[in-house]
Structures are given as structure tokens and as C-alpha cells.
């Protein structure tokens, strides 16, 4: 018998780990509520987790298994769970963040202390982040030649899913649950009422938790705590639907139209132009390879399709820029952002100290005005900037934000309030479900003009140009902004220079703009100008 360790992969296909353990014995999983892992959650992503881990432990059940589930240190849970079901080995994937690496070889030495075997297998990336280096052998900071490299490995097939006869029976596992629990485990919490704040019951389709109180939390199988048990609160974001089947829905719909379109369709905020699959993703919902797979399907039904990719494929498979694009160049663009993803990873593994400090230092330090006022504006989508206001509404209502729009209040926040990124980056770790810290701070620094591959310091996003490009007729924005609603788009795209009485007979409960966009283009670039050690006038 082997124990598969549960972190970010809540998932019976695909999942490298697990199908390396189920080929060899029968598995266990567990999953471990960690401290020091709540201690950086969220309302959000606790809801969020919670429910992918229902999804995970139905997936379990419908195969007569299920998944066990501890709350504790897992340096001290894992050893002890391995031993009660005389399991000889712990298998997990790896984690690239720096938490998870410390936390990680606590749980090697402590396995190995109790001479448990432990194995950890590459997962969550197609291409290691180690992988893929320069020439000179060093990480890549600049994405365009990163890409290059990525786009021209060989990936590997999706892992085989796990079926029953590779699992244990439940029945097992309740056994090895009353033999912990009989044993008055001190590493694992057993006091309280051990019945409270826990869900178990049978498998069901919304894959909810129940809120039974506060109590800690024993080991069970299959129990899953309420929000309130862990020390959280329900969101009152709208959070969408978790799991596996879930994942491959948002997916299948997707690449059924919209992935042939998405460079065309990806930056404007009303239309369905993305594939949403963010939050599956990094619940690890649905896997890597299962995803690139699918993607390659896509691009081959694009070219079989595409008479001009089946003449010639090199002159439009992926390199033509014009707005004449086959199938085939958008597909690629959407397998790009899957590179994106990866691209992140690799910084933050080979620099994981960009969670708190700027990747790009500045030689005399960036003196952010850091304003709490402008701040909590932001935050609230208060700001009299309609497209920056939307976004930050979204993100509250539905813990999730289009992309093009992050990009906006980013650059918002950063460069016409010039407040400090990392002020953004606590909000979004907040309220965004699909939080991931190496995509967070690599889209936070991008902004910013402190990562890599930034934006450069003076390139400043103008929100009402953008607004009126990216959503001319004012959907999105009239979507999430109800004081705007049936106001005509020019003026929402215009608000900044409509008089007061203009804005008081258009929208009287929408907010005049807490700034000037551009008086603060112009401080932005002299406070990018001193950090750099120039002259701010010059
Ligand atoms: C300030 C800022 C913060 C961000 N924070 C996060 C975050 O916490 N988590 C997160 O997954 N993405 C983050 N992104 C990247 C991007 O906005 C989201 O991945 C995307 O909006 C998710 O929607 P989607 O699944 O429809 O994307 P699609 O356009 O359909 O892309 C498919 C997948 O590719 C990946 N991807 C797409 N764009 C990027 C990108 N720029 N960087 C890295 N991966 C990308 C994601 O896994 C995404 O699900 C952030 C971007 C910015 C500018």
C-alpha cells in the first residue's frame, strides 16, 4: 500500500504522482489541512478548495475509495498516517513555490526518519522550470525567447486516470481512521467534538460542506470542515463550479469555438473570449498535459481545416501577425498563455524571493505615494474610472477578473496612484480564485515595471482609451458598474471630462475621478526617473 499526498493536483486523471503509485500498489490518498498553508489563504480560495475536495472525494467514492483527510503538521500526519496503514511508501508532486519547497523537505526528513519511503514526481508544468535554460545555462527572464524553447519540446502524453482496482477500499480506510483515532494521536488534533464542523455525508452533486462550527478537526475519511471550522468566513463572491468534470466542460466548450477566435476575442471583457479554466488550473483540477493535449487536437482540426496551413503551413501556422490569423496562429496564441504560466513558474522557483521584493531593483527605490484614501477607491471600484471600476467589481463579485482589465487596474494602481504593487498583489491574493502566487506576482511586477519582461517604466496605460477599445459599447463595464447602466458609452468613455453637472444628470451615484490621469502620467514617470537615479525633469 502507498500514500499519495493531495496538494494542488485534486485530481484522478493525469495526475503523474498517482498514476506512478497506482502502477505499482494499492493507493491511499490523504489530504492535509495545513497551518502554515491557511495562514497565506483566503475566504475565497478556502470555499474554493473545499469544494474542489468534495469533487475529488466523490471522484473517490464512485470508485468504492475515498480520500482521507487530516489537519495537522504533515511532517507529523504523513509519518503517522504511512505507519497506521503500514503503507511503504508516500508519493506527492512537486510544488515550486518556496513555501511549498520548505514544507516539502520537512516532510522528506520526517519520512525518512520513520524509514518511510517518499517520492515526489513532476505535475503541474509540461517542462520542468529547471528544464529549459539560456544557452549560457542560465533561467530565462525574457519570455519571447523562453517560448521559442518551450514551444519546441517533445511533451508528454497525459498520465493514465486511476480506476478501483488500484484504490483501497473505503472500508480500509475507516479501519486505519478508528486505529488513529484509538491511538490518541498527538500529531493529529483529535479533541474536541470530533463529529463537529466536519461534513460527511454521502456523495452528492453540488459537492457542498455543511457549517457544523468550530471545532479542530479529527482525521476521517472523506469528512470535510466547514469554512468556519478552519477559521474562515463564506465568501460573498459568486464562486463557480469545482472538480474535474467541471473543468473538462469550461474546456470542451471553449475549444469547440472559442479557442479559434482567441486572439482576436481574448482582450475584450464582454465578449467569451478565454477559456476561464484559471481557477481549475490551479486547483490542478484538470492536468497540464490533459489540457496541451486537447489544444493539439485543436490546432490539428484547425489545420485540416485551414487550406492555407495545408498548402504552406510555416507562412501562417503560428508566425503571421496580421489580423487575418488562420485557426491554427490562434490556437498557438492560447497554448502561449499555457507557457506564460510555465514562464512564471520557472522565476519564481529560481527567485522566490520576488513574493515580497521587486525582481527589477531600482537604484535608489521606487518612493511609492502609497495614498490609503486612493487606495480603498481602488479597492471598492470607486475610482470615476469606469473600465478600472468594472474590473475591481468583478473581482468582488465573482473572484475572478479578465485579463486585459487586470492588466488595467494594475497599471492603475501602480502608475496614476502610484501606490505600491504590492498592495495590489494582498487584494487580488484576497479575493481572486484563481490566485497562483507565481501568476499573481508575475502579472502584479509585469505591471509594475519591476519583473521580468516588464512593461517598460514609461509605458502607462491611458484606462479611458482602454475602456473604449477594449469595450467600446460600455457592456462589461454597464455589466458590473450599475450606476452606469443605460448611460450612453461616450460619456462613460468620457466621464474624466464631463463637467459636474454633466455627471450629476448622467449617472448621479457614479463617482468624478479620484485623480487626473494626466498629471499622474506625469508624476509616474518622474518617480520611475528618480528611482532610476535621473533626473525627474529631464
Ligand atoms: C495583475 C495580474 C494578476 C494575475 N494574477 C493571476 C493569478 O493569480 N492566477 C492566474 O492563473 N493568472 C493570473 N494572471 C494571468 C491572467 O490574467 C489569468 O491567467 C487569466 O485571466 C485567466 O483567465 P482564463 O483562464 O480565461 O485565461 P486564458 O486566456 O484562457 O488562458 C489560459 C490559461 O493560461 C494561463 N495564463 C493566461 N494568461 C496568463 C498570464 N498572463 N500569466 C500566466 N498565466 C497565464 C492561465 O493558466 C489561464 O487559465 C494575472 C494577470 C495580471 C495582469
Redesign the pocket.
Known amino acids: 500500500m502507498e500514500l499519495f499526498w493531495h496538494r494542488r493536483d485534486l485530481r484522478l486523471a493525469d495526475n503523474v504522482g498517482l498514476a506512478a503509485t497506482a502502477d505499482r500498489d494499492t493507493v491511499v490518498p490523504v489530504f492535509v489541512f495545513d497551518d502554515d498553508v491557511l495562514a497565506h489563504a483566503s475566504d475565497v480560495r478556502v470555499r474554493r478548495l473545499l469544494d474542489g475536495l468534495a469533487a475529488l472525494r466523490d471522484d473517490y467514492r464512485d470508485r468504492g475509495s475515498d480520500l482521507l483527510v487530516a489537519h495537522g503538521d504533515p511532517a507529523t500526519v504523513l509519518p503517522r498516517v504511512a505507519e497506521a496503514l503500514d503503507a511503504d511508501r508516500v508519493v506527492w508532486n512537486r510544488d515550486y513555490s518556496g513555501l511549498a519547497r520548505r514544507r516539502d523537505a520537512g516532510v522528506r526528513q520526517a519520512l525518512h526518519d520513520a524509514g518511510i519511503r517518499r517520492e515526489a514526481h513532476h505535475d503541474s508544468v509540461l517542462h520542468t522550470p529547471d528544464s529549459i535554460r539560456t544557452n549560457a545555462g542560465d533561467p530565462y527572464s525574457v519570455y519571447t525567447y523562453y517560448w521559442r524553447k518551450w514551444t519546441d519540446r517533445e511533451v508528454d502524453p497525459p498520465a493514465p486516470t486511476l480506476d478501483a482496482s488500484d484504490l483501497a477500499d473505503r472500508s480500509e480506510l475507516v479501519d486505519t481512521v478508528d486505529t488513529l483515532r484509538a491511538g490518541d494521536d498527538d500529531g493529529l488534533r483529535a479533541d474536541g467534538d470530533e463529529r463537529q464542523g466536519v461534513d460527511d455525508r454521502p456523495a452528492t452533486d453540488d459537492h457542498s460542506t455543511t457549517d457544523g462550527g468550530s471545532a479542530t478537526l479529527t482525521p476521517g475519511v472523506g469528512d470535510l470542515p466547514t469554512p468556519a471550522a478552519l477559521g474562515f468566513a463564506e465568501p460573498d463572491a459568486e464562486i463557480g463550479p469545482a472538480g474535474t468534470d467541471a473543468a473538462r466542460e469550461r474546456l470542451d466548450t ?1 475549444l469547440a469555438h472559442g479557442v479559434f477566435t482567441y486572439d482576436d476575442d ?1 482582450d475584450y471583457p464582454a465578449r467569451e473570449g ?5 481557477t481549475f ?2 486547483y490542478g483540477e484538470i492536468g497540464v498535459r490533459e489540457v496541451y493535449a486537447a489544444t493539439e487536437r485543436a490546432m490539428a482540426e484547425a489545420r485540416s481545416d485551414d487550406p492555407d496551413t495545408q498548402s504552406d503551413s510555416d507562412e501562417t501556422d503560428g508566425s503571421d501577425d496580421s489580423d487575418e490569423k488562420g485557426p491554427a496562429a490562434h490556437v498557438e496564441e ?1 497554448q502561449g ?2 507557457a ?2 510555465e514562464f ?1 513558474t520557472q522565476v519564481l522557483y529560481h527567485n522566490p524571493e520576488v513574493v515580497t521584493e521587486n525582481y527589477k531593483e531600482y537604484e535608489e527605490g521606487i518612493d511609492w505615494r502609497d495614498d490609503p484614501e486612493e487606495i480603498a477607491a481602488w479597492k471598492r471600484g470607486e475610482t470615476g474610472y469606469p473600465i478600472v471600476d468594472a474590473g475591481m467589481r468583478q473581482l468582488r463579485q465573482e473572484a475572478f ?3 486585459r482589465v ?2 488595467i487596474v ?1 497599471s492603475f494602481l501602480t502608475k496614476d496612484l502610484l501606490a505600491d504593487w504590492r498592495h ?1 498583489y494582498d487584494h ?1 491574493r484576497e479575493h ?1 480564485a ?3 502566487t507565481a ?2 506576482n ?3 511586477q ?2 509594475a515595471s519591476t519583473g521580468t519582461d516588464a512593461q517598460p517604466y514609461f509605458r502607462i496605460f491611458n484606462p479611458m482609451t482602454q475602456g473604449e477599445r477594449y469595450d467600446p459599447d460600455a457592456e462589461y463595464i454597464s455589466e458590473y458598474v450599475p450606476e452606469l447602466r443605460g448611460v450612453d458609452p461616450e460619456v462613460i468613455h468620457g466621464w474624466h471630462e464631463c463637467s459636474p453637472t454633466q455627471r450629476a444628470n448622467a449617472a448621479p451615484e457614479y463617482p468624478a475621478p479620484v485623480v487626473d490621469h494626466s498629471e499622474r502620467r506625469e508624476a509616474a514617470l518622474a518617480m520611475y526617473k528618480r528611482a532610476r537615479g535621473e533626473d525627474p525633469d529631464g
Not at 478565454?274 to 484559471?278: D, G, H, V
Open positions: 471553449f481574448r478565454t477559456s476561464r479554466i484559471s488550473m490551479k492560447f498563455q499555457l506564460w504560466r512564471y477578473m479578465h485579463n487586470r492588466m494594475a495590489g487580488f481572486l484563481d490566485h497562483d501568476n499573481d508575475g502579472g502584479w509585469w505591471a
